[in-house]
C-alpha cells in the first residue's frame, strides 16, 4: 500500500493532448497551446538524441504525464525488472507531473505482443495485480494511475464487475485510476451494458486523469456492433456525452485527447482539446 | 473453464488456430472474430513498425512484398522487449535465410545498415571535440589517442553497401556498380547519416576503438591496405562530429 504522501498528481484540470514529434513546432509556437502533454514512456527509453532532447525541452514548458504501454501488469509471470528500471529511470529524471499504466497484459515468456491484453477479472487475477502495482509503485516510488481496457471479449471464467475490480485494486494498493470515457462507452456497446451504470458503479473519487479518443465501427459474427479503439479519428458525440456525464459527477479533472494513427494536423487536436475545454467549463466550479 | 496467457498468445500468433474456449460475447457465444481484434491488432502494429523501421527494405521489396515478409517474421521474431524502436534485431539473418530472396544477396546487409541508423539516432548524446583539437604538429598526431561518441557505427559489407543505400534514398543518385563499400554512420547533432568508407578505414576505426594510437592505427591498417587514406577518414569523423576526445601520451624527455 502506497504511501498517501507520495500520491503527488500534478496535472491541471485542464486538456491535454497525446504528444507527436509532427507536433513540435506548432505545440512550442502556439500562444495558446494546451495544458498538459502525455507522452509514451516506451519511445522516451533511448540512450540520447533528439526523442529526449524534445521532451527534456517540453518538460520545461508543460506538465508532462507519462503514460506507459508495455508494462504488462496483468501478465501472469513476474514483471520485466529491466522495463521496470528503464521507467524508474525515466520517471526520476522527469519528475513527470503522472504516471499511468493499463489494465492489461502484453508481455509473455518475454515475448512483448504490442497490444493491451484482455484479463479475467477473477481473485487470482486481482492477488497478482495487486503484487505487480505495489512493486511498480515500490520501485518507481510514486502513485501509478491505472486504466481500464477496451473489451472486446468477455471470460467465462470472470467473476468481478470490472468498476468494482477497479475499486478494490486502488483500495488495496493506493494506486490511482485513469478513467478512459471512450474505452468505457466501447466496452459498454461491445458486450451490452449501460456506460452510464458503469460511472454509476465506478469510484470517481479515485481518478486523477481523464482519456477521450476516437474508435472505429465494426461487425460481429452475429451481425452486432464491434466498436474497436483505434485512436485514429474524432471523439464521437455519444463520447462527449458520456465525458459530461462522468465531470457533472466528478468534478474538474485533467482530459487528455489520445490520437495515435492516422496523426492528424494540429489544429484538428488542438479543435479536440478546446472541445474538452467546453466541457470542463460548463461544469460549475 | 480458464484461459492461460499461453494459450491465448498461441491462438493470437497462429491464425489458423481455433479461437481458445471460455472466450465469449455478452450472450455467452463463443467469441469468434471479436478474438480476430486482438489477432488484427497484434499483426498489424507489427507489420507497421517494420515498415517504419526498415524504409528501404520496404522500397526495395514493394509495399505488399514487405506486408508479408513482416507477417512471417513477427509470428518467428515477436518482439523480445516492449522498446519498439529496437524490433527487427533478427530481421538481417531473417532475410539472409530466405531462399525466395537469395537472389537479392545484399538485402540482408541493407537491413543491418537500418537497423545501425537507428541505433545510432536513440544513441546517447556527446560533446565533438573542437574542431581545431587536431591541429597539432604531425609527430604528435601519431601518437594521439581517439574517443569516438556512441551514435558512430561502422558497418563492413561485401556488397556496394552506400551506393544501393544511396540509389534507394536520393533522388537522381547514380546506380551501384559491383564492388564492396564499408559505411560509417555519424550523427552531427540528431540526424545520422551514412558515408562512404574510405578503404581500410574501418579496420583503422576498430584498432582505434581498441585503444591504439593514430599512428599503430595506421601502420597495421595500411599494411593490409597500402591505399588507406588517414586523412579523408579523418575528416569524415571530424565532419560528423563523432571525435569526442583526442589525448596524447607524449615521451619522457
Redo the contacts between chains.
Keep these: 500500500m502506497l504511501d498517501s504522501s507520495r500520491q503527488s498528481n500534478r496535472l491541471p484540470a485542464a486538456p491535454g493532448v497525446g504528444y507527436k514529434p509532427q507536433h513540435y513546432d506548432q505545440i512550442l509556437d502556439h500562444a495558446h497551446p494546451v495544458g498538459w502533454l502525455e507522452i509514451h514512456a516506451e519511445n522516451y527509453m533511448g540512450d540520447g538524441g533528439r526523442p529526449l532532447a524534445q521532451l527534456r525541452h517540453l518538460s520545461e514548458k508543460f506538465p508532462i504525464s507519462v503514460h506507459g504501454v508495455g508494462l504488462s501488469i496483468g501478465g501472469e509471470g513476474p514483471l520485466d525488472p529491466d522495463h521496470l528500471a528503464r521507467l524508474k529511470h525515466l520517471v526520476g529524471w522527469l519528475n513527470p507531473a503522472s504516471f499511468s499504466e493499463h489494465l492489461a497484459w502484453s508481455t509473455h515468456d518475454s515475448h512483448f505482443l504490442n497490444d493491451l491484453l484482455p484479463l479475467p477479472y477473477t481473485d487470482e487475477t486481482l492477488e497478482r495485480i495487486c503484487a505487480h502495482i505495489d512493486q511498480v509503485q515500490e520501485t518507481v516510488g510514486r502513485q501509478m494511475l491505472l486504466e481500464n481496457p477496451s473489451s472486446y471479449l468477455a471470460f467465462e471464467e470472470s467473476s468481478w464487475s470490472e468498476p468494482d475490480f477497479l475499486r478494490e485494486i486502488a483500495r488495496r494498493t493506493g494506486c490511482g485510476l485513469l478513467l478512459d470515457v471512450n474505452n468505457v462507452f466501447v466496452s459498454a456497446t461491445n458486450l451490452d451494458f449501460s456506460p452510464q451504470s458503469y460511472i454509476d458503479a465506478y469510484p470517481l473519487n479515485n481518478v486523477h486523469e481523464i482519456h477521450l479518443g476516437g474508435h472505429d465501427e465494426d461487425e460481429d459474427d452475429h451481425g452486432r456492433p464491434l466498436l474497436i479503439d483505434s485512436h485514429g479519428r474524432e471523439v464521437v458525440d455519444p463520447v462527449w456525452a458520456l465525458l459530461d456525464y462522468v465531470l457533472d459527477r466528478s468534478g474538474p479533472k485533467p482530459v487528455l485527447i489520445e490520437w495515435d494513427t492516422d496523426v492528424p494536423d494540429w489544429s484538428v487536436l488542438r479543435a479536440e482539446a478546446d472541445r474538452a475545454q467546453a466541457a470542463l467549463d460548463r461544469i460549475p466550479a | 473453464?480458464?484461459?492461460?496467457?499461453?494459450t491465448?498468445?498461441a491462438a493470437?500468433l497462429d491464425p489458423s488456430a481455433a479461437v481458445p474456449?471460455?472466450?465469449?460475447?455478452?450472450?455467452?457465444?463463443p467469441?469468434?472474430?471479436?478474438?480476430s481484434?486482438?489477432r488484427n491488432?497484434?499483426a498489424v502494429?507489427?507489420t507497421e513498425?517494420m515498415h517504419q523501421a526498415f524504409p528501404v527494405i520496404t522500397q526495395l521489396l514493394g509495399s505488399q512484398n514487405m506486408d508479408g515478409l513482416a507477417g512471417l517474421f513477427l509470428r518467428k521474431h515477436?518482439?523480445?522487449?516492449?522498446?519498439?524502436?529496437f524490433y527487427g534485431e533478427e530481421f538481417p539473418e531473417f532475410l539472409a535465410g530466405m531462399e525466395q530472396l537469395s537472389h537479392l544477396g545484399y538485402l540482408a546487409d541493407v537491413a543491418r545498415l537500418e537497423l545501425a541508423l537507428r541505433r545510432s539516432?536513440?544513441?546517447?548524446?556527446s560533446q565533438a571535440a573542437p574542431p581545431d583539437a587536431l591541429a597539432i604538429p604531425p609527430e604528435e598526431i601519431v601518437l594521439a589517442k581517439l574517443e569516438f561518441a556512441?551514435?558512430l557505427k561502422v558497418l563492413r559489407s561485401d556488397w556496394p553497401l552506400f551506393s544501393i543505400w544511396r540509389f534507394n534514398s536520393e533522388d537522381g543518385a547514380p546506380k551501384p556498380a559491383p564492388g564492396s563499400e564499408d559505411i560509417l554512420i555519424t550523427?552531427p547533432e540528431?540526424?545520422p547519416a551514412p558515408h562512404l568508407l574510405p578503404k581500410g578505414g574501418a579496420d583503422w576505426i576498430a584498432h582505434i576503438q581498441a585503444g591504439l594510437t593514430i599512428g599503430e592505427a595506421f601502420e597495421h591498417t595500411s599494411a593490409e591496405f597500402p591505399e588507406f587514406d588517414l586523412g579523408a577518414t579523418l575528416a569524415l569523423l571530424l565532419q560528423g562530429g563523432a571525435i569526442t576526445s583526442v589525448s596524447i601520451e607524449r615521451l619522457a624527455t
Design positions: 473453464m480458464s484461459v492461460s496467457q499461453t491465448f498468445r493470437l474456449d471460455g472466450l465469449w460475447d455478452a450472450a455467452e457465444r467469441a469468434g472474430r471479436r478474438f481484434v486482438y491488432n497484434v502494429s507489427l513498425a515477436p518482439p523480445s522487449s516492449p522498446l519498439m524502436m539516432y536513440h544513441s546517447a548524446d556512441p551514435s550523427r540528431f540526424d
